[in-house]
């Protein structure tokens, strides 16, 4: 623990702190969970209780959590009726942690049956914020809502435990530094046509980049066969430049931290805002590589905006992207100093006591 425990009405402070998290089985929901944890653990000592849910009436959610908002439904008819859930299986919690739709009206109503606070990751969707003690979102707009906490995507990255990074100069002084090439794929939000897999192989082997870089490439879940099979084919033919390849489809899931940990830079595809984030909180330069079709939310492109506004990021397409462009808006940027664990924890344990406060 890194910072004193300071005294929280909502949380007992003569030990250890009893934490329920709810699970909905996605790692990129449950992630998020887990670093609010780990936040909490600079502050207090934590013992966790980990609950695995499944919404059985999901065409009913909405309708069953506003019969629960307006007191006409009860917490324990709730869990019974949306995930055949008895309270009484579960131990007392101090506090109760989820991240995810499914898990919301879990989360609300184990708070309610237990009269414990609650923090919740991500939009409410129509459940009123009064139910939550702290509501966790990256979207400035909601700044000022009731008891909503503007932060970073919790991401489970400690940057304490990772080497700093070396300053990215610009110049042909960065021999030696190495920086991780992090590849998604087509998502709901953004389509990669062949000249945006061109720009990014294209990268791979390029000859503009500064003596001595090393590229440290992995893809993800999502990047499609073919162009797994063509960065694995680059990493062979460009040795003297790429230095490692890691297979998601062999290496599986975990790889991305020591990537991290070992870079001095990190370039992302614009699809996974998680991995962006995770190398924002590594305290590294990160550009965002974005291809041509990108529809996102509004809130989301915002976030990304607001993270380029204060030089967190820096977008760049993915097509035109060579050495001279990348190395120009990493130089531009300025990494976190701060652990962003410590800001997360702090910002949740002052939204519990204005909570609790009332």
């Known amino acids: 623990m890194n910072g004193p425990t300071a005294p929280n009405p909502a949380l007992p402070a ?6 329920l998290l709810l699970s909905d089985g996605r790692p990129g929901h449950y992630r998020q969970s887990e670093a609010v944890l780990l936040a909490l ?6 013992a966790v209780d980990r609950q695995e849910i499944r919404l059985r009436r999901g065409k009913l959610a909405r309708p069953l959590g506003w019969l629960f908002a307006r007191g006409l439904l009860s917490a324990r008819s709730l869990l019974s009726l949306s995930f055949s859930l008895d309270p009484d299986g579960i131990d007392r919690p101090d506090l109760v942690i989820s991240t995810g739709g499914t898990t919301r009206l879990a989360n609300v109503a184990l708070a309610r049956h237990y009269r414990v606070p609650n923090v919740y990751a991500g939009t409410l969707r129509g459940l009123p914020p009064r139910l939550f003690s702290a509501i966790l979102l990256p979207y400035r707009e909601a700044e000022g809502r009731t008891n909503h906490v503007i932060t970073l995507k919790p991401s489970p990255v400690d940057p304490d435990d990772m080497p700093p990074a070396r300053p990215w100069t610009g110049t042909a002084a960065e021999e030696g530094r190495r920086i991780a090439v992090l590849v998604g794929g087509p998502s709901g939000a953004h389509r990669f046509d062949d000249a945006d897999w061109e720009g990014l192989l294209g990268l791979l082997g390029h000859t503009g980049w500064p003596a001595g870089i090393r590229l440290l490439v992995t893809n ?3 990047t499609p066969e073919a162009v797994s099979d063509r960065l694995a084919e680059a990493a062979l033919r460009h040795p003297a430049l790429v230095e490692e390849f890691v297979d998601f489809r062999t290496a599986g899931p975990g790889s991305i931290l020591r990537l991290l940990s070992r870079a001095d830079a990190v370039l992302c595809t614009e699809d996974s805002s998680s991995m962006i984030v995770e190398a924002i909180c590594a305290r590294r330069p990160v550009v965002a590589l974005v291809p041509e079709g990108r529809s996102l939310r509004a809130d989301e492109a915002r976030m990304l905006d607001d993270l380029a506004a204060d030089r967190l990021m820096a977008p760049l397409p993915l097509k035109s992207a060579n050495p001279e462009r990348l190395s120009a808006a990493l130089t531009d940027l300025r990494p976190l100093t701060a652990n962003p664990l410590d800001t ?4 949740i344990l002052a939204q519990l006591d204005r909570a609790a406060r009332g």
């Open 344 to 347: 997360l924890a702090d910002g």
């Open 14 to 19: 003569d030990r250890p702190w009893r934490i």
């Open 220 to 222: 993800s879940p999502r």
């Open 41 to 46: 653990s600079r502050r207090h000592a934590l």
